[in-house]
Structures are given as C-alpha cells and as structure tokens.
C-alpha cells in the first residue's frame, strides 16, 4: 500500500492541479477533464483510505473501520462509474452508428451527464456504508463476530447481500465500460484499416483524438478491472494467501501502467508533463 501510495498521489495530485490551474484560467473545463478530475478526487481518496488503514492496523485502532471501509469501497465505485461515463462520452462523441436512439443520446448526453455523475456518487455513498454498516454487525473478512450477542447467520447474511449488491451495481458500470471501450477501439481498428488501404497518414486530428481516446479508455478499464477484482479478492477470499498477494501486487503495477496511459493519452496533461520534465531537465542555476 505505502510503495503504491508513492506512485498513486504525486499522479492525481498533477491531474487535479492541471485541470483546477486551466479551470481557474479559462472558467471552464471540457466535459472529459470534468470526468478526469472526478477520477483523480476518487483516486486520492482510495489512496487517503488505504493510508488510514495501514495506521489503524499498526496502532490497532477500530473506531474508524467502517469510515475507512465505507470510503474506500466508494472510491472505488465513484471511479468505475466515473470512468465509465467518460467512455460512453468518448464513445457517443467519436462513433457513428446510424439509429434514432444512439442519435439521441448524442444530442442529449451532455446534459445528462451531470444528473449521471451526482446519481453515480449518491449510489456510489449508499452502497458502500451499507456494506460498510452490515460488515462491522460481522466482521466480513476473518469471520469474527465484533459484537458476541448478535446472530451468526443474520450478520453473515446480511453482509453477503449487502456486498453482492456493491459487486453488481460495479458489475453493470464494468459491462457497459467494456462495451463502449470495445466499440471505440473496433472503430479506431477499422478506420486504421481504411486509412492504410487508401495510403494514407495518421496525422489527422481526427484520427489523433481517437487515438489519444482508446489509449485514456483502455487505460482506465485496467484500473477500474484491477480496483474492482481487488476489492472482490480482499473481501471473498476465495484464493490462498500467497497467490493474492501476488495478484494485488500484480494490480498495482497495472496500475501504475494505467496513470501512465491515462496522462499520455489526455494531450493537456501529457504536454505540461513534458514541459515540466523539460524545465526540471535544462533549468540552470542562477549565479
């Protein structure tokens, strides 16, 4: 967790700065930089969360479980649906399909999507303190009850609905993350496709922000697909210890990975990145 953290903040911190800098300078942002900082306070919050864990483990502190656990599990909710509305948004903004309905929701999804976004959270909230509630009846993880005088049953129950709740409601985001994500990397295929059987470059613009788009879309289905199954490992417990160990530590280097994609494929962000490597690289000191 703390080698992750070390990645994890300086990454959202540029991302949310970067786009409360240019918000602050122009007085507005993009729809997509909206749904990327969203990501980022996600982000830093699953990170905040997993810091407090680790000091309430080692100084054996209890009373803040369910807080840490309910934030944790809505940060991850928050980014699965956040990152999915910006992959439908990316795929109603560069896919054309020919149907009165699809045509629709391209007029109207702008409008939208905030009510989608505050939906996502309030859902995101609900759930997550749900789960968070029922597993403190029963402590969900190694089987020990907090409180002697409740029902084993009930308490095992009730956290096990609860949780399948939590996973499906992420279930149905992942499905339709992994449709659209489909769709516009298909797309992106096949217009490569056309563009090298007409003997054409790539240097278009268009073809650019669709190449940029895939590369910020797939890198967030990894992420999301890693938050989502280490939240499922963590708290199902189906494999030994060793082998989920590795794959958490697996997660987090595909992780890593995805922040990377994610800023390269965003052209703001990847541009005052290398602005800062360069001045950091050729500064020189004053004499």
């Not at 609905?161 to 339709?176: D, K």
Request: contains cysteine.
């Amino acid at each position: 967790d703390t080698t992750s953290l070390l990645f994890l903040f300086p990454c959202n911190i540029f991302i949310f700065m970067v786009n409360i800098l240019d918000w602050k300078k122009k007085r507005m942002l993009q729809i997509s930089d909206v749904i990327i900082t969203g990501i980022s306070v996600s982000n830093l919050v699953f990170g905040g969360m997993r810091l407090l864990r680790c000091f309430s483990i080692i100084y054996n502190i209890t009373s803040t479980i369910i807080v840490i656990f309910g934030f944790n599990l809505m940060s991850v909710s928050c980014n699965i649906w956040f990152s999915t509305w910006l992959c439908v948004y990316f795929c109603l903004k560069i896919v054309k399909i020919h149907n009165s309905f699809y045509i629709y929701l391209q007029r109207t999804f702008h409008k939208m999507l905030p009510w989608l976004l505050v939906l996502s959270v309030v859902e995101s909230l609900l759930l997550s303190f749900y789960v968070a509630v029922n597993s403190s009846k029963r402590e969900f993880f190694n089987g020990q009850l907090y409180s002697p005088t409740l029902n084993v049953s009930t308490s095992i129950q009730s956290a096990e609905v609860s949780f399948s709740l939590y996973l499906m409601f992420s279930l149905v985001a992942l499905v339709l993350f992994a449709s659209s994500c489909f769709t516009i990397t298909y797309t992106l295929c096949r217009h490569i496709k056309v563009l090298k059987n007409n003997e054409q470059g790539f240097q278009s613009s268009s073809t650019e922000a669709h190449i940029r788009a895939t590369i910020i879309v797939v890198s967030l289905f990894v992420l999301c697909t890693m938050l989502f199954s280490n939240v499922t490992i963590a708290a199902t417990k189906l494999l030994a210890d060793k082998i989920r160990h590795f794959i958490i530590v697996l997660n987090y280097v595909c992780g890593v990975l995805s922040y990377v994609g994610l800023i390269k494929g965003n052209s703001k962000l990847h541009k005052t990145l290398r602005k800062i490597i360069h001045r950091l690289t050729f500064s020189r000191p004053s004499t």
